[in-house]
């Protein structure tokens, strides 16, 4: 056996850390993350007759779910409403009227690479093309990313177009998920919309809060206390069972660094489509410091006809929510309708 001195060891320790501080765990997690219909299935211990429909789905749009997110899961259920937000389906392969690739039609809003411009006063950035889920209903599933990823010198044309727009307050970092960028990457985004004197927020959509909690980390809470913009983070959680301990410290870390928290929900048939969900999924939020912002009705994005809830059933559960909740708990039902110059309350 060799024996080491001190000296020896604390250099041999200073060598393997070092790559561990290159890779954020959370980076490893997210390189970790399921992308594969067979894997999923086994790890869910789910009946192999739900393979062939996730393999077709798949080929459509991939899989991927981090272990974080599986974990919240019950195994041999295929009804888990967590795992029905990423299990593909053979329904998405069969074609519906209405339901087409670009539902928002965000192609025709793009005034610089990365920067989508639809509403007064608020401007949104696709800080990152990538997501840390994906989500089977999700309007960005054929979003053509790979044209609107932006280097740094298309970023500066993007913040060229917010700097010379003085009716600009808020920037909105969206994606894909912003926050699936690195915070070097978005270190030096926040500092250049620091800068620009006419904004006054910096509002983040992001799913990783959730699926994987150690993406709030402390170079994380660095840059986000540091702007002097005000900050919003809006979440995006469906289910109340999507929110774990985990959950709830990661959201208390970005209230800590000034961050004040909202929800945003997307009205899923099978996974929230009735009020003790959604009302369970309010008080969580409440418990978790996060106000409910948004309950969305499905984008008729093609491939996620079998999400859909009916105009008449979404106001009935939205009028029962009211009756048995607080008004601060109630999520205002809204419709995204291209060319309308807000979201559209039902
Ligand atoms: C939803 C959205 C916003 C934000 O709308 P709010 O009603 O302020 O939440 C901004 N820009 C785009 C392109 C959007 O789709
Ligand atoms: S953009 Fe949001 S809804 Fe769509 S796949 Fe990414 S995390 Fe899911």
């Known amino acids: 056996m060799?024996?080491?001195?001190?000296?020896?060891?604390?250099?041999?320790?200073?060598?393997?850390?070092?790559?561990?501080?290159?890779?954020?765990?959370?980076?490893?997690?997210?390189?970790?993350?399921?992308?594969?219909?067979?894997?999923?299935?086994?790890?869910?211990?789910?009946d192999p007759a739900w393979l062939p429909?996730?393999?077709?789905?798949?080929?459509?749009?991939?899989?991927?779910?981090?272990?974080?997110?599986?974990?919240?899961?019950?195994?041999?259920?295929?009804?888990?409403?967590l795992l029905r937000q990423v299990l593909p389906l053979s329904e998405e392969a069969r074609p519906m009227p209405g339901y087409v690739a670009d539902p928002l039609e965000?192609?025709?809003?793009?005034?610089?690479?990365?920067?989508?411009?639809?509403?007064?006063?608020?401007?949104?950035?696709?800080?990152?093309?990538?997501?840390?889920?994906?989500?089977?209903?999700?309007f960005r599933r054929h979003f053509p990313y790979a044209e609107n990823s932006p280097s740094r010198a298309q970023w500066e044309r993007t913040l060229d177009h917010l700097r010379d727009d003085a009716s600009i307050h808020e920037a909105i970092l969206s994606g894909g998920d912003p926050l699936a960028a690195s915070d070097r990457q978005l270190a030096w985004l926040v500092e250049r919309l620091g800068a620009i004197p006419h904004l006054k927020r910096l509002r983040i959509?992001?799913?990783?809060?959730?699926?994987?909690?150690?993406?709030?980390?402390?170079?994380?809470?660095?840059?986000?206390?540091?702007?002097r913009l005000q900050k919003v983070v809006v979440l995006?959680?469906?289910?109340?069972?999507?929110i774990d301990a985990a959950v709830i410290d990661a959201c208390e870390r970005l209230k800590r660094a000034g961050a004040t928290l909202l929800n945003q929900s997307v009205l899923l048939r099978g996974v929230n489509d009735d009020i003790a969900a959604l009302a369970e999924l309010s008080e969580r939020l409440f418990?978790?410091?996060?106000?409910?912002?948004?309950?969305?009705?499905?984008?008729?994005?093609?491939?996620?006809?079998?999400?859909?809830?009916?105009?008449?059933?979404?106001?009935?559960?939205?009028?029962?929510?009211?009756?048995?909740l607080p008004g601060f708990l109630?999520?205002?039902?809204?419709?995204?309708?291209?060319?309308?110059?807000?979201?559209?309350p039902l």
């Open 2 to 46: 060799i024996t080491r001195s001190p000296a020896d060891l604390q250099r041999a320790r200073q060598r393997e850390a070092i790559p561990l501080a290159v890779t954020p765990d959370w980076q490893s997690q997210l390189a970790r993350a399921l992308r594969d219909p067979q894997a999923l299935c086994k790890r869910l211990k789910l």
């Open 53 to 81: 429909g996730a393999e077709a789905g798949h080929r459509l749009f991939e899989v991927r779910v981090p272990e974080a997110f599986l974990a919240r899961m019950r195994p041999g259920d295929p009804h888990d409403p």
């Open 106 to 138: 965000e192609a025709a809003h793009t005034p610089a690479r990365g920067l989508i411009h639809k509403y007064a006063g608020r401007a949104l950035l696709i800080a990152s093309p990538a997501c840390a889920v994906n989500c089977r209903y999700c």
């Open 205 to 227: 959509h992001t799913r990783l809060p959730v699926v994987i909690p150690d993406r709030i980390d402390p170079a994380l809470i660095d840059w986000l206390a540091a702007t």
């Open 236 to 242: 995006h959680v469906n289910h109340a069972n999507e």
């Open 287 to 324: 418990e978790a410091g996060v106000l409910p912002y948004y309950l969305h009705v499905l984008d008729p994005v093609a491939g996620a006809a079998h999400f859909d809830v009916s105009d008449r059933e979404a106001r009935e559960l939205v009028a029962g929510l009211r009756e048995g």
């Open 330 to 344: 109630v999520p205002k039902l809204v419709r995204e309708i291209p060319g309308e110059a807000s979201k559209t």
